[in-house]
């Protein structure tokens, strides 16, 4: 069974930088894509950023150039660096990650339990 642990999160001024993580415990699995989501009140869940397990990455166009994901396969872990944050990037951050049981072979996605991130002054 995979668990996800998300930290990072917080409140940051408009124009700072956040670094968000998100690492994967457990065992038996091998992570492909893995990637970060976020929800504003009163809004539907979105994609922020996501890279598979060749490095391939897409963004949301109203992050693009200014929030970078990468990851940490020997670690299990994915990180998004946000700079340049905007009051409208406020909203709860959860990580996504997909993966394979190494056992059964049964596909599965995982999400983390969110981190709020807070852009105001």
């Known amino acids: 069974q995979v668990q996800l642990v998300e930290s990072g999160g917080g409140l940051v001024q408009p124009g700072g930088s956040l670094r968000l993580s998100c690492a994967a415990s457990?065992?038996?699995?091998?992570?492909?894509?893995m990637g970060w989501y976020r929800q504003a009140p009163g809004n539907q869940r979105e994609l922020v950023a996501r890279?598979?397990?060749?490095?391939?990455?897409n963004y949301a166009d109203s992050v693009k150039g200014r929030f970078t994901i990468t990851r940490d396969n020997a670690k299990n872990t994915v990180y998004l660096h946000m700079n340049s944050l905007k009051p409208e990037d406020t909203a709860i951050y959860y990580c996504?990650?997909?993966?394979?049981?190494?056992?059964?072979?049964?596909?599965?996605?995982?999400w983390g339990q969110g981190t709020l991130v807070t852009v105001s002054s």
């Open positions: 457990g065992s038996g699995f091998s992570l492909s894509a």
């Open positions: 890279v598979t397990n060749v490095g391939s990455t």
């Open positions: 996504n990650l997909e993966g394979v049981d190494v056992r059964t072979w049964n596909s599965f996605k995982v």
